[in-house]
């Protein structure tokens, strides 16, 4: 039975802006773990939900500012 931690992380690679390898990359964990992961062989832990989630984040963030900027340029 896969645990919820593992679900939300393969939700989360499955969703992610990106390949598996570049999120990897910026989290900072084995590109195989994550494939791992996303096919059903092994089991997520909590570092490397926090190590996903971060990387994430810093996208999230990085891409909203990138966003809001272009928004300011039209618009001057």
Do not use: F, Y
Request: glycine share 6%; charged share 30%; aromatic share 2%.
């Amino acid at each position: 039975m896969t645990s919820e931690l593992t679900q939300a992380v393969k939700a989360a690679i499955d969703k992610a802006p990106c390949s598996v390898n570049k999120l990897a990359e910026e989290a900072g964990v084995p590109q195989s773990t994550l494939s791992r992961i996303r096919a059903g062989k092994l089991s997520a832990t909590t570092d490397v939900a926090r190590r996903v989630a971060k990387a994430l984040k810093r996208w999230g963030d990085d891409c909203h500012k990138a966003a809001e900027s272009i928004r300011h340029a039209k618009e001057g």
